[in-house]
């Protein structure tokens, strides 16, 4: 056992902490730390994405209020940019949740993204461990603002809530953005503002076509984390997708997909540092490079060959 593990087990706040600064840098000592934690099945990871100044932040606060009036642990991840100068988060986010600074069921830590284009930290689904080893039996997990594509939430998090707000952008916008097809929950924040009630018929829409067959329709809520109006109804949509995937056993498949897709990153990584290490003192890979004559695709089935574990007949597909 680490013992850092024993600690968090006795519920040391400060080795929650010093655990997850542990992971977030990786390395040995990481590894054998998170051998000595739960897996953290039993906690619930909320993700909640959206677009910046979309009130995520603040959704967030109204949502730790909810579940602490339940009487559950919270634990929150708030991925923040990276600072230029010392590589370390801005701590934006925890400013809008500092009146949950004194609760004792309250565990709040802000991330780097450290460059990840994905809108988490890489290190995002392990920091969950120490937190359910803590007792937190919901995780919810802030992304940085972002756009289409960024996406990693949905690979992280068991319910997905997407936060938008009216005057953002059109219904083509809405339509091609990646990010709707992620969402279990679409939250349309702000919705005292002008547009509100257009932009949840134009998402009703969108889901109802793509949602066919799924055995889940995401629900579309106006709310206003300033105000409260329509956060409850937020968190029971939350907790009704809780139950859905408990009853029908999607939300095991989903961590062992994510698993899967975890371990084949992390393999990716060092297949990756291993070519490089070779293309830089191996001549025969040198020569192979350095010849324009060969494509991509020809230069790599030349590689493939001087990969000892490799077959010899490997080709690329």
């Known amino acids: 056992m680490h013992p850092l593990a024993d600690r968090i087990a006795a519920g040391d706040r400060r080795a929650v902490a010093q655990a997850m600064t542990v992971i977030e840098q990786g390395g040995a000592d990481a590894r054998e730390l998170l051998r000595s934690l739960p897996s953290g099945a039993e906690c619930h990871v909320v993700g909640l994405t959206g677009a910046p100044g979309a009130g995520k932040s603040s959704l967030a606060d109204c949502m730790i209020r909810a579940a602490r009036t ?13 600072s230029p100068f010392s590589g370390g988060a801005l701590l934006g986010d925890r400013v809008r949740m500092a009146r949950h600074s004194a609760d004792d069921g ?16 890489d ?11 803590f007792g937190c039996r919901v995780v919810l997990l802030e992304t940085v603002g972002v756009g ?38 679409f939250a349309v924040n702000k919705s005292d ?3 509100a009630d257009a932009l949840a018929r134009d998402i009703r829409r969108l889901v109802e076509q793509r949602a066919a067959g799924t055995g889940w329709t995401p629900p579309v809520i106006c709310c206003s984390a300033a105000t409260g109006d329509g956060v409850e109804r937020v968190w029971q949509a939350v907790q009704e997708h809780r139950a859905f995937l408990a009853e029908t056993g999607l939300g ?21 540092q291993w070519l490089q290490a070779q293309a830089s003192r191996n001549s025969r890979w040198r020569d192979v490079l350095a010849d324009e004559q060969l494509d991509a ?11 000892p574990w490799l077959s010899g007949s490997a080709r690329l597909e």
């Open 193 to 195: 503002l002008p547009g």
């Open 123 to 133: 290190s995002a689904r392990d920091m969950v461990r120490p937190l359910a080893a």
């Open 70 to 82: 339940e009487g559950l642990k919270v634990g929150v991840i708030a991925v923040d940019p990276s």
């Open 252 to 272: 095991q498949a989903r961590r062992r997909q994510w698993h899967q897709e975890a371990v084949l990153r992390r393999l990716e990584t060092v297949f990756r």
């Open 106 to 121: 309250v565990f709040i830590r802000s991330v780097a993204n450290r460059g990840s284009l994905g809108g988490l930290a």
């Open 148 to 185: 289409q594509s960024e996406v990693d939430v949905m690979r992280v998090a068991d319910t997905v809530v997407l936060v938008l707000i009216p005057g953002a952008g059109d219904q083509v916008q809405v339509a091609k953005s990646g990010v709707m097809e992620i969402a279990d929950v």
């Open 297 to 307: 695709g020809e230069a790599a089935e030349r590689l493939l060959e001087h990969v």
